[in-house]
């Protein structure tokens, strides 16, 4: 007691002496502070917050966040620890799987237009242009909620609370689904002359702008025309859900005009640099050098100790650099027999001869292959493709035929090996596999290439990889243009832009001389795999209950494997070839299955209770 008040005591006499000596001491800025006129005032410290604000977006799939996910639909499964086969064994999809409600971002977005509006003396000039970018970011927030949510309450301003004991009035409900559609558009729209930033592939300018109009009014009359369609359309009283059909086809229209100006005045081309056309693709979405393809990424730089451990995570079983390294996302059978043959016919793997009394057989593992669309080796190493110099051979195992039939051995001894020879001295079960149950190793026959780094080192924990996660391409504003024009009637227009990408794919020019819905359906399917458009475009076509229908007997509901085996019967022109059987992947156990439920997001019951205003979607 008696040392508390000595101390008590003493800060007062402090105070006092302060008080009459140095009274403008205690009136200093503190030095590890910024204050609103020194943030605001000075673009460096703006385009820190911007720089923040960007790496704050939300994805569902990326190279950083939620790539574990490429594994829960239908174009990989997951391959690496057994921690994660909840991967492969996914009942059904959660009501809040894709759940969004960033209003926390959203606030710290308005406030700094509030800021700049009323502390920045900067010129008007460049303070409108990083307004504009704040605006480009918060449009961009509300597209990636309305695409998984349906319409969210658009909230432009900053909301200060009172007090009073009544937070009634900053109790927003929800806005319609076109209305948030509406939103995002007219705000990229309004900024696109101030937004700077020309040529910039990090940093939001017009084309970005226009990229983002491009996708988002696809979506919105996609919505409006195959909602309407369902024999059930899914729909609130408030239209919160749901866009009137009719409007279709004027967000087709912004579409199409959107896609047209970023392909003629944009500046930007299809990557062709590199003459091996599956080596082209690969580097179409992971090169930064004499790339124009790309028109809006999110970088990684070593120089600015900025890396991702995805290819650390997914490289090829026999290619890694270091021993703890993973194989975990492994690319399905589904997938890869969507790439169609250069002459156009049918993707499926040749694996049995037309009566299907007997296997086909191959002098390499990587014949089966030949003449497949380019862009299957640029997404997916298959049995035999190369990767960083070297083959990443695939064998399960060994037919040994005896006398009226294949005896099929993978293990010697029981031994699941990798690398293992068998008693010929020949490869019983290669390193790369693919193997039934081992870890690490691919479960379905092929490996990841799209967004794996085939740099030095990248698949090391000293280094990491560089390779930028890709928002928007070229290649996908010609797929948005062809969809929206066929779906406007103009077939000629749209034919030429997938003839346009299917010829730098191997087809000839003008390979297609007809356009159906589901040709556009698929080139997106084979052109974008593994980034992030299957489910938004399932979603917004209204087939993603058809496509995953948690039926065993739905093929496109399973994930199927490749396994190849090395022929053993000696003195027949057979023995040392190749055979391969198609199978449901072995550790895969459960249909994909996409409820009702699923189109739209679940909204928390704590959102609820902080705001009763707001309405749960359809089917929660």
């Known amino acids: 007691m008696k040392l508390s008040k000595i101390i008590i ?19 200093r800025q503190p030095p590890n502070i910024l204050l609103d006129d020194q943030v605001w005032n000075d673009p460096n410290s703006i385009t820190g917050v911007l720089s923040n604000f960007y790496d704050r977006l939300p994805a569902h799939t990326s190279l950083t966040a939620g790539w574990l996910d490429f594994a829960a639909y239908d174009e990989a499964i997951w391959s690496g620890y057994t921690g994660n086969d909840w991967l492969n064994n996914l009942l059904d999809y959660d009501y809040g799987r894709w759940g969004l409600w960033d209003y926390g971002l959203i606030r710290d977005i308005n406030l700094s237009i509030d800021k700049l509006n009323n502390y920045s003396s900067l010129k008007e000039e460049q303070r409108t242009q990083f307004i504009s970018e704040l605006r480009f970011i918060r449009a961009y927030l509300y597209f990636d909620h309305v695409k998984r949510m349906g319409g969210v309450p658009i909230i432009t301003e900053e909301l200060i609370y009172d007090f009073s004991g009544d937070p009634s009035y900053l109790q927003y409900p929800r806005n319609t689904e076109q209305e948030v559609y509406d939103f995002v558009i007219s705000e990229m729209e309004a900024i696109m002359p101030t937004l700077g930033n ?39 009283p408030g239209e919160e859900v749901g866009i009137d059909p009719s409007l279709a086809n004027a967000y087709f229209t912004k579409c199409l005009e959107a896609s047209r100006i970023i392909l003629q005045e944009g500046g930007y081309s299809l990557y062709q640099n590199n003459p091996n056309l599956g080596e082209n693709f690969y580097e179409a979405i992971v090169s930064k050098s004499g790339n124009k393809e790309v028109l ?29 390294a993973s194989s975990a996302l492994t690319p399905i059978l589904n997938l890869v027999e969507d790439y169609e043959y250069l002459d156009g016919s049918d993707g499926a793997l040749k694996t049995r001869t037309a009566d299907g009394s007997d296997y086909i057989y191959y002098d390499n593992v990587e014949d089966i292959f030949a003449n497949k669309d380019a862009r299957l080796y640029g997404t997916i190493i298959y049995p035999g493709a190369p990767f960083r110099g070297q083959e990443v051979f695939m064998q399960a195992g060994v037919m040994q035929w005896n006398g009226s039939g294949y005896d099929r051995i993978e293990f010697a001894d029981q031994q699941p090996d990798l690398g293992s020879v068998y008693t010929d001295g020949g490869i019983l079960k290669a390193e790369a596999g693919p193997h039934r149950n081992l870890q690490e190793v691919s479960n379905t026959g092929f490996y990841l290439r799209k967004y794996v780094d085939d740099t030095p080192g990248a698949s090391t924990r000293g280094n990491l990889s560089e390779v930028w996660w890709v928002r928007f391409r070229l290649a996908e504003i010609y797929l948005n243009a062809a969809e929206a024009a066929h779906e406007l009637g103009q077939s000629a227009e749209a034919l030429g832009y997938i003839n346009t990408l299917r010829e730098r794919a191997g087809f000839g020019e003008n390979s297609l001389s007809t356009l159906t819905t589901e040709t556009i359906r698929h080139e997106r399917r084979v052109e974008l795999a593994f980034e992030d458009h299957i489910v938004w475009d399932y979603k917004r076509w209204r087939v993603a209950h058809l496509k995953w229908s948690g039926s065993v007997d739905n093929p496109e509901s399973m994930a199927y494997a490749l396994y190849p085996y090395r022929v053993i019967r000696p003195g027949d022109p057979r023995d040392g070839k190749y055979v391969f059987t198609k199978e449901v992947a072995p550790r895969f156990r459960a249909p994909r299955f996409f409820r009702m439920g699923n189109y739209y997001s679940l909204i928390g019951q704590n959102i609820i209770d902080a705001n009763p205003k707001i309405v749960r979607n359809p089917f929660h």
């Open 198 to 236: 020309g040529g910039s592939l990090t940093r939001a300018n017009r084309f970005i702008a226009l990229a983002v109009v491009s996708r988002a009014a696809l979506y919105a009359g996609s919505l409006a025309k195959y909602n309407s369609l369902m024999p059930s359309p899914i729909s609130l």
């Open 296 to 324: 809006w990424a999110q970088d990684f730089l070593a120089s600015a100790d900025k890396r991702h451990w995805f290819t650390y995570d997914n490289v090829a079983r026999s290619v890694r650099e270091d021993n703890l």
């Open 9 to 27: 005591a003493m800060a007062v006499i402090a105070g006092l002496f302060l008080g009459s000596c140095e009274s403008d001491w205690l009136d």
